[in-house]
């Protein structure tokens, strides 16, 4: 089975290629980080697997009609600012919006979907705060919330972890790793070598608009391909059972 289906997906902004013809299949059960350097095409192919950038080839996400897409996947973009003074807990609520009737009151199954993903993301403390009045990162935790509150078999995040804090980090991983062993799946476009190979079953590595990796974090994160692709130096080891990656210095040219 697939949550996700690409074939021949393309991306060009412009006239510049972003994304090059790209096959990628996501599966339940797989939370997969998207890597690679800056403007290596990550965002770019998110949103074109999700129908918010012009793409060619076909993206089974794509392809649905609007309802069934908002039901299929959930989508967490870059930008974190919140513009609307909502509270913290009407925001999270956005989240059910895609599986409710026009109108209709939040039923109990909504309800707990919403206090799960706020505890997850330790801000239930802000229910009734306006969320325009929070820091960057609670801001952050509560987009991430309203993400996880969907429920949806598939989600899309890019950049997550960004700007949270190490513990806020680590739980945002979580949430998404324990998405992936409820038999969903996540697509984390992720800079934190460390959390991705922690955290990811599967690694997506891009550069120049191209898929150049995909595989297990260990096969992935050699200490060759990330001189290669982001012209660093890596201490690799290996705790809990997971690889670490530690960048040190730049390569020499
Ligand atoms: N709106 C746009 N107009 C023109 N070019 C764009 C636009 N958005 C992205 N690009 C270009 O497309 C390429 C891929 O960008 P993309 O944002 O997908 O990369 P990314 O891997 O997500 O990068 P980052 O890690 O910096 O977020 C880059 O060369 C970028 O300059």
Same mark, same amino acid.
């Given at each position: 089975?697939?949550?996700?289906?690409?074939?021949?997906?393309?991306?060009?902004?412009?006239?510049?290629?972003?994304?090059?013809?790209?096959?990628?299949?996501?599966?339940?059960?797989?939370?997969?980080?998207?890597?690679?350097?800056?403007?290596?095409?990550?965002?770019?192919?998110?949103?074109?697997?999700?129908?918010?950038?012009?793409?060619?080839?076909?993206?089974?996400?794509?392809?649905?009609?609007?309802?069934?897409?908002?039901?299929?996947?959930?989508?967490?973009?870059?930008?974190?600012?919140?513009?609307?003074?909502?509270?913290?807990?009407?925001?999270?609520?956005?989240?059910?919006?895609?599986?409710?009737?026009?109108?209709?009151?939040?039923?109990?199954?909504? =309800?707990?979907? @919403? %206090?799960? $993903?706020? *505890?997850?993301?330790?801000?239930?403390?802000? !229910? +009734?705060? &306006? /969320?325009?009045? #929070?820091?960057?990162?609670?801001?952050? =935790?509560?987009? @991430? %919330?309203? $993400?996880? *509150?969907?429920?949806?078999?598939?989600?899309? !995040? +890019?950049? &997550? /972890?960004?700007? #949270?804090?190490?513990?806020?980090?680590?739980?945002?991983?979580? %949430?998404? $790793?324990?998405?992936?062993?409820?038999?969903?799946?996540?697509?984390?476009?992720?800079?934190?070598?460390?959390?991705?190979?922690?955290?990811?079953?599967?690694?997506?590595?891009? $550069?120049?608009?191209?898929?150049?990796?995909?595989?297990?974090?260990?096969?992935?994160?050699?200490?060759?391909?990330?001189?290669?692709?982001?012209?660093?130096?890596?201490?690799?080891?290996?705790?809990?059972?997971?690889?670490?990656?530690?960048?040190?210095?730049?390569?020499?040219?």
């Amino acid at each position: 089975m697939s949550l996700l289906t690409l074939r021949g997906l393309s991306v060009r902004h412009g006239d510049r290629v972003a994304v090059h013809p790209t096959d990628l299949e996501i599966g339940p059960g797989e939370l997969v980080g998207l890597v690679g350097p800056n403007g290596a095409g990550k965002s770019s192919l998110m949103r074109g697997a999700l129908g918010l950038a012009r793409a060619g080839g076909e993206s089974s996400l794509a392809a649905l009609p609007a309802p069934a897409r908002a039901r299929a996947a959930a989508w967490l973009p870059q930008a974190r600012e919140i513009a609307w003074a909502v509270t913290v807990e009407t925001l999270v609520g956005l989240g059910r919006h895609p599986l409710r009737a026009p109108g209709a009151p939040l039923s109990g199954a909504d =309800r707990s979907a @919403i %206090a799960g $993903a706020m *505890a997850r993301m330790d801000i239930a403390g802000f !229910a +009734d705060r &306006p /969320a325009t009045e #929070l820091s960057g990162g609670e801001q952050a =935790r509560v987009l @991430i %919330a309203r $993400a996880l *509150a969907q429920q949806a078999p598939l989600t899309l !995040a +890019d950049e &997550p /972890a960004a700007g #949270l804090d190490p513990a806020h980090q680590l739980a945002c991983m979580g %949430a998404f $790793a324990d998405l992936a062993a409820e038999g969903r799946a996540a697509v984390v476009s992720l800079h934190d070598l460390g959390l991705a190979a922690r955290f990811c079953t599967r690694l997506v590595m891009m $550069a120049g608009g191209r898929v150049v990796a995909d595989g297990a974090p260990d096969a992935v994160l050699t200490a060759d391909r990330l001189r290669e692709v982001y012209g660093i130096e890596t201490f690799l080891t290996r705790a809990d059972g997971a690889l670490v990656v530690q960048p040190m210095t730049l390569s020499r040219p």
